[in-house]
């Protein structure tokens, strides 16, 4: 996987015979320790429609993150040096693949110990390093090479890491040898494959509540779209996006916009990878919610085999396969549901909320980023709920269910319509994606949620883009498609099917739009008619009804 040849199996095999050997040795030193403070937690619970207590939801303090104003534009000062070191971990290329190993474990396998520590300085072009540079590394006093203590392997930090590479070199290792989406050969490692699992959503679930539900996050950054049990799509982006198959080499950021499961048949191996990642690389790899990330959609009968819970199911038996199923449905509540890029890109699963009277679009945006925001698993209207509560469920299904309007939809005075979806989800239109951008400040919008004949679809100028990530979605030939943020502007990303009579190869469409620094002098500049994907509908509702002309 990753793009970096075939590695052997036997070389994965022993590696996770490692890692499950230091995860044994970790938890052991974890029980015989004090246990830590944690930090404090609100308990938020709410009934459902049937008068029963809901599952508490955790909710952690969050800092809050506000829009900056406008201010006047200030003289570039020179930034202040910064303090470098030699990382302690290595890279090292071999028949077994990349992987990271310990420096000062790799300087004495091949320099060898030195025989005394008043050797002086060694220069050999043969050896790795001489005696005082290696020395002057690691700040060694006494001129000696020990092996630095367990915890401070760069690898295994903890147990969280350990789990998490041990779950991405088995999902490999299996992918690797047929690239077979069902993942067959898992059938032997069932109990591990499930143990690991259940082990991988308590640390991310962890990790995850201490994120808040709206990310601020800085370019460069990939953002991608439904890939919904496509295992194969995501195999092939993370094959051209990470660098040497470690996100600790990688530059650029990742942004998953949700829906990871459901309707593919690599649903749990999907899920399980990107968690994996995010536990190896919090800071770079961020995951939202979609609306299959809610256990209502992710649990339902109508599709049937494909459904989330079928799969855990069908993998690790009726028991067992509801005990995990519960287990991912606790980490999908506590992901992040919107998330802005350099201020100026608003990134979701569904589309932007409609505001209750008598609040805007930035209340909305700052009660999400409130710590009291409650993190459920379920949306469902409660039988008795507060205007409060109210509020709150119609913040989330909007974030996580809205879709664009069509051309021909009905919309109020603030620009939204009735979502042929049903329930609770509403369509926005152009005049209320205007609102929005005056109200923020945002520029863009990038969302996911529908699929779409090329992996993207640009409308209105580009200021709405969709993008999916899941190619040949319920059996068709569909393309999938990513958006690229860097040096100021939208790259956009659209990998089509071989079959599909428009094929071609692999293509970044430049969007050469430059996003300024926000303030009243700095107008949005628009190009006349930069729409572009497959639809003849431009999905921007234009009648609006009770509307002024």
Request: with cysteine; aromatic share 8%; charged share 20%.
């Amino acid at each position: 996987m990753f793009g970096f040849g075939r590695n052997s199996t036997s070389a994965l095999e022993q590696e996770n015979e490692r890692l499950r050997q230091r995860v044994e040795a970790l938890e052991h030193e974890l029980a015989a320790s004090k246990a830590t403070p944690q930090p404090k937690e609100q308990m938020v619970t709410g009934s459902d429609e049937k008068g029963r207590k809901r599952p508490k939801a955790l909710v952690v303090e969050t800092p809050q993150l506000e829009l900056p104003e406008p201010t006047e534009p200030t003289v570039a000062t020179e930034p202040e040096a910064a303090n470098f070191s030699i990382s302690p971990a290595m890279l090292v290329v071999d028949k077994s693949g990349p992987h990271q190993e310990p420096l000062v474990d790799v300087v004495q396998r091949m320099d060898g110990e030195p025989q005394s520590p008043f050797l002086g300085v060694r220069e050999d072009p043969t050896k790795m390093c001489s005696f005082t540079t290696a020395r002057d590394i690691f700040s060694l006093g006494n001129g000696a090479m020990p092996s630095p203590p367990k915890a401070s392997n760069p690898l295994l930090p903890n147990v969280t890491t350990a789990i998490a590479q041990q779950v991405v070199n088995l999902l490999n290792s299996q992918w690797r040898e047929k690239q077979d989406p069902t993942f067959p050969g898992l059938d032997s490692q069932v109990e591990l494959y499930g143990k690991l699992l259940t082990q991988l959503c308590s640390k991310a679930a962890r990790l995850l509540r201490q994120e808040p539900l709206l990310l601020s996050l800085r370019s460069p950054i990939y953002v991608m779209g439904d890939i919904h049990g496509s295992f194969g799509d995501l195999d092939y982006f993370l094959s051209n996006l990470i660098n040497f198959g470690s996100m600790q080499y990688t530059s650029n950021s990742m942004l998953f916009l949700g829906d990871y499961v459901d309707r593919g048949i690599a649903s749990v191996e999907v899920a399980a990878m990107l968690l994996a990642l995010k536990c190896l690389a919090p800071n770079s790899v961020y995951l939202l919610r979609g609306n299959h990330e809610t256990v209502d959609v992710n649990t339902s009968r109508i599709y049937g085999a494909t459904s989330f819970l079928a799969q855990c199911c069908l993998r690790f038996g009726t028991k067992e396969g509801h005990k995990i199923a519960s287990c991912f449905n606790g980490v999908f509540a506590q992901m992040a549901m919107a998330a802005e890029i350099d201020k100026r890109v608003f990134c979701v699963h569904g589309g932007i909320t409609k505001p209750h009277p008598g609040f805007s679009f930035v209340d909305d945006l700052n009660l999400l980023r409130d710590r009291s925001f409650p993190r459920l698993e379920s949306w469902q209207m409660a039988p008795e709920e507060t205007p409060a509560e109210t509020r709150n469920r119609d913040i989330a299904l909007g974030l996580l269910w809205s879709d664009p309007a069509s051309s021909t939809a009905r919309l109020d005075n603030g620009g939204f319509g009735t979502n042929p979806r049903g329930g609770d989800a509403h369509t926005f239109g152009r005049p209320a994606v205007l609102a929005f951008m005056a109200n923020t400040g945002y520029q863009y919008i990038i969302r996911a949620h529908e699929m779409k004949q090329k992996g993207i679809r640009l409308a209105q100028n580009g200021q709405l883009i969709t993008v999916f990530t899941s190619s040949g979605y319920c059996g068709g030939n569909n393309g999938a498609g990513a958006v690229f943020i860097s040096e100021g502007a939208l790259k956009i990303i659209s990998v089509l099917h071989e079959d599909d009579e428009d094929y071609q190869p692999p293509q970044v469409l430049s969007v050469g739009h430059e996003m300024p620094t926000r303030g009243p002098s700095s107008p949005i500049p628009i190009q006349p008619s930069l729409n572009w994907g497959d639809d003849d509908d431009d999905e921007w509702g234009a009648t609006v009804f009770g509307a002024a002309p």
